[in-house]
């Protein structure tokens, strides 16, 4: 987002004042000013991690440190409207890593895709009615539905923010529609790219605890971040999902059920023709989960399989990132998940087994081990270790650990 952008979206805050606010402690003077600044609030983070990677692959270990720093400052609401302008940072300590995607196939290290950036993280303007409309406006985080099709993609340094418009409409009961359109991407790796995303949302919930939803995302970019080999790789989703859980005794029973289906978009490669399916089962109380998924990204024939460049990479396929990228066979992800919160440390922990759509070859195994720790109301150490072993001789065995200190305000 360029200055003059970001001027004209602080700007128009006192132009747009017609509608009644929604918004506690609303500032409903006749004029826009500095107490609508000062009575706002600071926010930000700092999160320094340490990283260790190894990989068959290369000959050196990647190990380091990383670090953000967020800082920004969210005015009062008035009238309903409030704004949001949000800085970021991000560097390395201790740099023994390669953190250039482009240098992937010539460094001796494994990568480590957080480089550093400085820059505008989030400007926007929202406004929220009594009618249950609500939009927001510039530069912003997206998580879509459960962040599969479209996420910030958090666990990097540098979070995926999108330019563009978002709206929400919550006037009937038990219902919610979502729209939205955006015509810039600023990606993982700082970089800024065009493209056209519309997505799409319709919402229900039958009951207390139940959601169904039926959703479209389109994407029109021809070089997304998919390694496909294809000159257009535009596509669209259309899909449905129902989530929930059923209470029984003193246990909850989770369940979630997606299906969709991926074509070419906008003039997207005719090849671009695959499903996607996820279900997925478990029990849990509030100290403790266990449950088992399996996921397909699909594949068409071989010669194409499912992707999701704007997902959030790290909830999805294993924290190893072996599968970014989806294999022309596509992908069977099956895993069982395990969580158990004993006072401040929660224990969580997941394995995978996976294996090709299209042919049905064995693809490897993945565990993932973390641990969180609060160590005060907004700060947080985290654990991970994460470990991909490939069948023989087919792909690299890749181990992971990390060390994160995170503190939100």
């Given at each position: ?243 929930g859980a059923f209470r029984v005794a003193a246990v909850d029973l989770p369940y979630l059920l997606e299906a969709a289906h991926q074509d070419p978009y906008a003039g997207g ?141």
């Amino acid at each position: 987002m360029t200055r003059s952008t970001m001027k004209a979206i602080v700007a128009v805050i006192p132009l747009l004042a017609s509608a009644p606010a929604c918004a506690q402690g609303d500032i409903r003077n006749n004029s826009w000013g500095m107490e609508v600044l000062e009575q706002g609030q600071l926010v930000g983070e700092l999160r320094p991690r340490y990283n260790h990677i190894v990989e068959d692959a290369y000959e050196d270990v990647t190990r380091g440190g990383t670090y953000r720093a967020r800082l920004g400052w969210r005015t009062a609401p008035w009238h309903g409207w409030r704004a949001l302008v949000e800085g970021i940072h991000t560097g390395s300590v201790d740099k023994h890593f390669n953190d250039d995607p482009a240098q992937l196939s010539t460094s001796r290290y494994p990568l480590l895709p957080d480089p550093t950036y400085t820059g505008m993280n989030q400007a926007l303007v929202e406004w929220a009615g009594d009618s249950g409309l609500r939009v927001r406006a510039g530069r912003q985080v997206v998580r879509f539905e459960n962040s599969r099709w479209v996420s910030d993609n958090d666990f990097r340094q540098v979070p995926q923010v999108f330019d563009g418009v978002r709206a929400y409409y919550e006037g009937f009961e038990g219902a919610q529609l979502e729209g939205g359109y955006f015509s810039r991407v600023r990606t993982t790796s700082g970089a800024t790219n065009d493209l056209r995303l519309t997505l799409l949302r319709a919402a229900w919930n039958p009951a207390a605890g139940h959601v169904v939803s039926a959703y479209g995302v389109f994407h029109g970019q021809a070089q997304n971040g998919a390694f496909t080999g294809f000159a257009d790789n535009s596509y669209r989703v259309l899909g449905a999902r129902a989530e929930g859980a059923f209470r029984v005794a003193a246990v909850d029973l989770p369940y979630l059920l997606e299906a969709a289906h991926q074509d070419p978009y906008a003039g997207g490669d005719s090849r671009i023709d695959a499903r996607y399916w996820r279900v997925g089962a478990g029990v849990s109380q509030a100290s403790w989960t266990l449950r088992l998924d399996q996921e397909v990204k699909g594949s068409n024939h071989g010669v194409y399989g499912l992707q999701a460049p704007l997902t959030d990479y790290y909830a999805f396929n294993g924290w190893t990132l072996n599968f970014f990228n989806t294999p022309r066979q596509g992908l069977r992800d099956r895993w069982l998940t395990a969580r158990h919160a004993i006072d401040r440390v929660t224990l969580y922990g997941e394995v995978h087994r996976f294996r090709g759509d299209y042919g049905g070859g064995d693809l490897g195994r993945e565990t993932d081990l973390g641990a969180t720790i609060a160590l005060w109301n907004d700060g947080t150490l985290r654990l991970q270790h994460a470990r991909f072993d490939s069948p023989a001789g087919t792909q690299a065995d890749i181990r992971k650990t990390w060390v994160t200190l995170s503190w939100v305000f």
